[in-house]
């Protein structure tokens, strides 16, 4: 059974950072697409980032642009999420996305577009909160 574990979500001040972690464990391909997604209250379910870590690409919404970084250590099997420059509407539950048994091949591949990427697995959610 393919398990996301997120953790590094927490309570800032606006201009603040945080750094995200999220661990795959189980039978997955460590070697494509994974991402990260944000809920915040009332709200739909946002795509944040994403990076393909066999390549390196790496894709993100245009609202966190210049302020987050996502990166994956292999040796530790682990993608990060750094998010700087916090601002409160960053404020959301933080999901890091996989798809544990999907080819190798990157992020933006489904119809040139990394919004597409067809996720199939989630973890629990960190929650991050930036206050004013």
């Known amino acids: 059974q393919v398990q996301l574990a997120e953790s590094g979500g927490g309570s800032v001040q606006a201009g603040g950072s945080l750094r995200l972690s999220c661990v795959p464990s189980g039978n997955t391909n460590n070697d494509n697409c994974m991402g990260w997604f944000r809920q915040a209250p009332g709200k739909e379910r946002e795509a944040v980032a994403a990076?393909?870590?066999?390549?390196?690409?790496?894709y993100y919404t245009d609202s966190v642009k210049g302020r987050f970084t996502i990166s994956h250590d292999s040796a530790k099997n682990t993608v990060y999420l750094q998010m700087n420059s916090l601002k409160p509407e960053d404020t959301a539950m933080y999901f890091c996305?996989?798809?544990?048994?999907?080819?190798?091949?990157?992020?933006?591949?489904?119809?040139?577009?990394?919004?597409?990427?067809?996720?199939?697995?989630w973890g629990q959610g960190t929650q991050v909160t930036v206050s004013s």
């Open positions: 990076i393909y870590r066999a390549g390196g690409s790496k």
């Open positions: 996305a996989a798809d544990p048994h999907g080819p190798t091949i990157d992020c933006d591949l489904y119809g040139g577009n990394w919004l597409a990427y067809p996720f199939k697995e």
